[in-house]
């Protein structure tokens, strides 16, 4: 009997970020992604990572990982995982220089890099692995096919069918197709993000020319742009907008900077040293013959463009001649944060032109359309939809079931499935964790009760009580302490705080009396009065701090 195939999705299915699956036959595991999700309402935390114990605990059995893009939600998870776990990390060449720099910036040992070419067979623990290339927003994306005893497993990464390509290395649908006509494709997992789009997207190219109108028509100004530093071509099509049209380049940000010097280095941008101006020449040159192109068209608060806008940045200060354009479209939850960010920027005079306004931004997920396309050409026996918020994973299901497969044949999977790939088809077979793993600016965890400790305490604020009783415990040797913090307005506060104490007075009175000298009981006793009585007077609920003290 053939070895099962046993795949795990630790992070990615129900959530957008963390994409992370552990393929593995007879215990030999490769690891498929490691990325992060962005936190949206986390205080303190930089990242949210799957929760890497299972995989950590099987650290000997892990032979790989396989990095399809060098995007964040698949390889944010690499610095920390690596920590604990060291094995040959295998992706294109702009993926690696990324990773590669990703780990240098955390201190953390770089293991071997395997440089992965378009459509290269290679053996990889225990698969057959043949990559493909697939158009998305950053280039070298790579498309899986796992050889397998179960059949072939394809992994399509994040894709889109870009017809025409900046760099025209189209996504390789014919190679797929010619796999499922002579092999079949026993399993698809593939990309769901924009399963609830119908039509297929724009293409990649087709931003440039309406950048370049934008830039015409704001002429003697001088232009700003916005945009993802891993997003090369959108930068080469800025670039080349800028100079057909007459302007010098400034790149701005330090991950814009690296990106933009990696991918020169790689053959990927193409821009000579005449056109660059470094930061010194930005200076003195006229600003209405440059191009900025930086980060923060997202908000990121350490980005270029939120500096500007707060008026902060070392170099460059807002004014009416200014025109800020967003060549970008909001991740979802960002939304408020870019708005406030358009908003300043405009009273301090900047024109604004975002993606809202003109098509100056196109997706890199396949649409509805690309999605049938890839079913079409796979023809995939079971399909399990991957990469994507809950709803968009069913959408994708739909579209896998309009087209002819039946229900029992897609199997829907969440985070902490593991399935089981076999003769008889693919099954649910169990669970892992599929808990946040949350990890703060230096890299520390960061225990899921602190962040609630944090929620708690930035909306609902704190009271601290302070109780001392006497040794024999008769009686209270001094007024109660109260103080608080973001509970309520500081007029009402000393009046407020006297009722709870006097709360606390009455009943640990009756307490003593009775001979309850419990430490911990009497602890037990303040919070809830003092909670009962905030409770019942603001409807609010604080995190309360008592400290009861025997003497
Ligand atoms: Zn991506
Ligand atoms: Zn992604």
Redesign the pocket.
């Known amino acids: 009997m053939n070895s099962s195939v046993h795949i795990t999705f630790l992070g990615g299915l129900g959530e ?1 970020g963390r ?1 992370c699956a552990a393929i593995e036959i007879d215990n030999r595991i490769v690891l498929l992604d490691c ?1 992060q999700l962005f936190p949206y309402k986390h205080p303190g935390i930089d990242s949210i990572l799957p929760d890497f114990k299972w995989l950590i605990d099987r650290h000997d059995d892990i032979e790989a990982c396989i990095l399809s893009h060098s ?1 964040e ?2 390889m944010g998870g690499i610095p920390h995982l690596f920590r604990h776990v060291s094995v040959p990390i295998y992706g294109s060449p702009f993926t690696l220089g990324m990773v590669k720099a990703k780990l240098e910036s955390h201190e953390v040992d770089v293991p071997p890099l395997v440089s992965i070419e378009d459509n290269e067979i290679l053996e990889i623990g225990p698969f057959e692995c043949e990559f493909l290339p697939v158009t998305h927003s950053t280039p070298g994306g790579l498309m899986t096919m796992f050889k397998t005893p179960q059949g072939v497993i394809l992994h399509s990464s ?1 894709f889109k069918l870009d017809p025409t390509p900046v760099d025209k290395r189209l996504t390789d649908l014919n190679r797929v197709s010619d796999v499922s006509r002579k092999e079949g494709i026993r399993l698809l997992l593939a990309d769901s993000t924009n399963s609830e789009s119908d039509g297929v997207s724009l293409s990649e190219s087709e931003i440039g020319p309406i950048l370049e109108e934008v830039f015409i028509e704001n002429e003697g100004r001088r232009i700003i742009v916005g945009t993802f530093s891993s997003h090369i071509h959108r930068i080469q099509q800025i670039a080349d907008a800028a100079m057909k049209t007459g302007r010098k380049l400034a790149v701005l940000g330090p991950s814009m900077i690296r990106n933009v010097a990696l991918a020169r280095e790689l053959g990927l941008l193409h821009l000579s040293d005449r056109v660059l101006l470094t930061e010194k020449e930005l200076k003195s040159f006229r600003s209405d013959k440059v191009c900025i192109i930086c980060t923060g068209s997202q908000a990121e608060s350490r980005a270029a463009i939120s500096m500007m806008s707060a008026g902060k940045h070392s170099l460059i200060e807002i004014d009416k001649n200014d025109t800020v354009i967003f060549s970008s479209a909001p991740i979802p939850g960002n939304e408020a944060s870019i708005f406030r960010v358009h908003n300043k920027l405009a009273r301090l005079g900047a024109r604004i032109v975002h993606s809202g306004k003109l098509n100056i931004h196109t997706t890199g997920h396949g649409k509805a359309g690309e999605l049938l396309a890839l079913h079409e050409a796979s023809n995939p026996e079971f399909f399990i939809p991957v ?1 994507g918020e809950y709803t968009h994973l069913l959408g994708h299901e739909e579209i896998a079931l309009n087209r002819g497969m039946t229900q029992s044949n897609v199997l829907r999977c969440v985070d902490g499935d593991r399935v089981l790939l076999d003769e008889h088809g693919v099954h649910l077979e169990g669970r892992v964790s599929d808990e946040y793993l949350m990890v703060d600016t230096r890299g520390v965890e960061v225990s899921n009760g602190l962040v609630k400790e944090r929620i708690s305490l930035g909306g609902e604020g704190f009271i601290l009580l302070r109780v001392v009783v006497d040794e024999k415990g008769k009686r209270l040797l001094e007024r109660p302490f109260a103080a608080t913090f973001g509970w309520v307005e500081a007029e009402d506060k000393e009046e407020w705080l006297n009722e709870i104490i006097e709360e606390v007075i009455k009943v640990m009175d009756i307490a003593l009396v009775e001979n309850k000298v419990d430490q911990k009981e009497l602890t037990r006793l303040v919070r809830r009065t003092a909670g009962k009585y905030v409770d019942l007077k603001t409807g609010r609920r604080p995190v309360l701090v008592p400290i009861v003290e025997i003497n």
């Open positions: 957008i994409n990325g995007h939600d698949h994040d990469h």
